[in-house]
């Protein structure tokens, strides 16, 4: 959370592995918990001409969930860092300019900070969340 520093979690590669890892765990455990009902899960109730494109579609949103939670991760990461780093470049031009304009933009930068931790705990716990649902949906009995 520094100014001009890196986060690694803001790497899209390194959100992938972490949420590819998560959710291929979680089918694992799925998988082993209810066998071959598990697969039930993909199979709606629907009319059976529709059934071959509605499988496809639920294997591919099932898939997409680890993607999904990968690139929010990462966009609010990114998001939240290009910003303070924005706004501590633009600290640093105003210091040559005056420098008491720098105690007014400290401010700033400080606001934004605070906001940044806050987006943090809430991206934590967003994406915690959505793991124990993913989880949550595994370990059920397959129905729709």
Not at 64 to 72: E, V
Not at 120 to 136: E, G
Request: hydrophobic share 60%.
């Amino acid at each position: 959370m520094t100014p001009f520093g890196i986060a690694l979690t803001s790497h899209i590669f390194i959100m992938l592995f972490l949420s590819l890892t998560l959710g291929f765990s979680i089918f694992l455990i799925g998988l082993f918990t209810h066998n071959i009902d598990f697969f039930k899960l993909f199979i709606p109730e629907c009319p059976f001409f529709l059934l071959p494109f509605l499988i496809c579609i639920e294997i591919f949103s099932y898939i997409i969930r680890c993607f999904s939670l990968a690139i929010r991760l990462s966009a609010n990461i990114i998001a939240g860092h290009t910003l303070v780093y924005i706004i501590a470049g633009f600290i640093i031009n105003v210091i040559y300019i005056r420098l008491w304009f720098f105690l007014i933009f400290v401010f700033l930068i400080a606001a934004v900070l605070v906001l940044e931790i806050g987006v943090a705990f809430l991206q934590a716990y967003v994406f915690t969340i959505l793991v124990c649902i993913y989880l949550s949906d595994s370990l059920k009995t397959p129905s729709h």
